[in-house]
């Protein structure tokens, strides 16, 4: 038997400026890796860490599970349809 819980998150003024700020993070640099994927015809997700990752953390200030999470959330929306580049919103929700 599975159980879903729905959970409310009342974080305090200075936390939500930090997860606004990690959800934009996280949403700007699954736009760019959406356009480098693009570029590269290719929705590898093996291929786009090796070569992303380090960039990834660098240029949006990703911790190592933001960044990982962001190339599968890149792939999942680049697999949907190869024709067209995704685009993620910058208060779109992530995983």
Known sequence: MKMTLQTRLLP???????LEATLRACNAAADWLAGEAFVRKTANKVLLQQLYYRELRARFDLSAQMAVRCIAQTCEAYKRDKKK?????PCASIP
Do not use: E, S, T
Not at 12 to 18: E, F, I, K, L, T
Not at 85 to 89: D, E
């Open 85 to 89: 580049r995704p685009h993620f919103r």
């Open 12 to 18: 305090a003024p200075d936390q939500v400026m930090a």
